[in-house]
C-alpha cells in the first residue's frame, strides 16, 4: 500500500458559513458519495451550496447516472468503482441501501487514510456499525448518520438542497469515537438545515420502526391489497381513490430495493413493532365488532391529538425545492 493511499493527514477543515450566513461549517477536501440518488445528490447540492467541499466525487453503477450527474453539476468526478472514489476523501458518505455496505467498505478500506471520516444515511444504524466496524482502518473513524428526509422520488435529479431543512438528522457514534470526528458530521448536517439529535444505535433503529419502517410496511402492504382487490372491483380501487389511500399510495411508491433492505436490516425492532401493531389492531376489531364506539372515539382523539403535535412541531409535510432547483 503505498503513502498516497493511507497517509497520514488529519482531517483538518477550514470553516465557512452556511447559507443563512450564521454558522461557521467544516470544508472538507474531498468527499466521495457512495451512491448518489435522492439523499445523496440532495447532500451533493448542499456541499456546493455552502462550498463545504473542495471536490465531490460520485459513485453509481451505471453510466446513465454517472452521466445524469455530471450534467447536473453536483460532482466534479464520477466513478464506477467505490474505491476510486474514496481514495483521498476526508469525507466518505455511503449512500446506498443498507445491503450493500458491508461490500463497500471491504472494497474502500484498503484507500482510506488516517483520519477519514466514514458515514452514511441508512436508515437503521446497528447493521451500519455492525457491517463498517470489522472493515475500519486504524486511525479512520465510522460516525453513522440518518437523516429523516425523503420523497418517493428517486435518482440524482430528484435531488434539492433544501431536503433536510428543519428535519432530524440523527447521528448513533459508538462509545469511543473521535469526538472531532461526530463534530464535523454534526456540523455538515446543520449547515444542510437539520437538527442534529445524538443517539444510541439500538435505540434508534426501535424509534424508526415506529415512525417509519412500520408505517411503510403498512402501506406496502394495503397498497397491494387493492391492487389484489383491483380485478374482483373492476379497476373501482384505483378509480375512487380517496386522499388516505392516495398518501399511502405515495409512500408505497419509495424505493423498493431500499426498502427491501430496511425491513431486513432491522427486522427485530420491525417485528416487535409489527407484533403490538397486531394487538392494536385486533383491540379495534373487537371494538368495531361489538359496537364501541367509546374505544374508536378514544383512539381517534388521541391521535388527532399526535397529528397537531407533529403540525406544530414542522415535522408535518414533506419538504420543498425552491424554485430553480
Known amino acids: 500500500m503505498n503513502s498516497a493511499s493511507r497517509g497520514e493527514r488529519a482531517v483538518t477543515p477550514r470553516g465557512v458559513h452556511s447559507h443563512d450566513g450564521t454558522t461557521q461549517r467544516p470544508r ?10 435522492l439523499i445523496g445528490s440532495s447532500l451533493a447540492r448542499v456541499l456546493r451550496r ?3 467541499a473542495e471536490r465531490i466525487v460520485a459513485c453509481a453503477r451505471t453510466e446513465a447516472t454517472r452521466a445524469k450527474v455530471m450534467e447536473l453539476g ?46 452514511d444515511v441508512g436508515s437503521a444504524k446497528l447493521c451500519v456499525i455492525r457491517d463498517c466496524t470489522p472493515f475500519l482502518p486504524e ?40 469526538q472531532g470526528a461526530i463534530d464535523m458530521v454534526a456540523s455538515m448536517w446543520r449547515a444542510a438545515g437539520s437538527k442534529v439529535e445524538m443517539m444510541d444505535a439500538k ?15 403498512i402501506a406496502f402492504n394495503i397498497v397491494g391489497t387493492a391492487a389484489d382487490l383491483e380485478a374482483v372491483t373492476e379497476s ?43 394487538e392494536d389492531l385486533a383491540r379495534l376489531q373487537r371494538a368495531i365488532r361489538w359496537g364501541d364506539g367509546e ?21 408535518a409535510g414533506p419538504p420543498q425545492a425552491k424554485p430553480g432547483d
Open 28 to 37: 472538507f477536501a474531498q468527499v466521495a458519495l457512495i451512491g448518489i440518488g
Open 50 to 52: 455552502d462550498g463545504m
Open 74 to 119: 453536483i460532482a466534479d468526478a464520477v466513478t464506477a468503482d467505490p474505491a476510486a472514489a474514496a481514495a483521498g476523501a476526508d469525507l466518505v458518505v455511503i449512500c446506498t441501501p443498507l445491503g450493500a455496505y458491508a461490500d463497500i467498505m471491504a472494497a474502500i478500506a484498503p484507500v482510506l487514510s488516517k483520519g477519514t471520516i466514514i458515514s
Open 139 to 178: 486511525g479512520v473513524h465510522l460516525v453513522p448518520a440518518h437523516p429523516v428526509a425523503g420523497t418517493e422520488h428517486s435518482g440524482p435529479e430528484a435531488g434539492f438542497a433544501e431536503l433536510f431543512d428543519g428535519r432530524w438528522c440523527i447521528l448513533t457514534p459508538a462509545a469511543g469515537t473521535d
Open 203 to 217: 435505540h434508534h433503529d426501535l424509534v424508526l420502526a415506529v415512525t417509519s419502517h412500520l408505517p411503510h410496511l
Open 236 to 278: 373501482e380501487v384505483i378509480k375512487y381513490s380517496a386522499g388516505g389511500f392516495r398518501d399511502f399510495t405515495r409512500i408505497a411508491a419509495s424505493d423498493p430495493v431500499m426498502w427491501r433492505d430496511i425491513f431486513l436490516a432491522n427486522r427485530e425492532a420491525v417485528l416487535e413493532m409489527l407484533s403490538r401493531f397486531n
Open 295 to 315: 374505544t374508536l372515539r378514544d383512539l381517534f382523539t388521541r391521535t388527532r391529538r399526535i397529528r397537531r403535535e407533529i403540525i406544530d412541531s414542522g415535522q
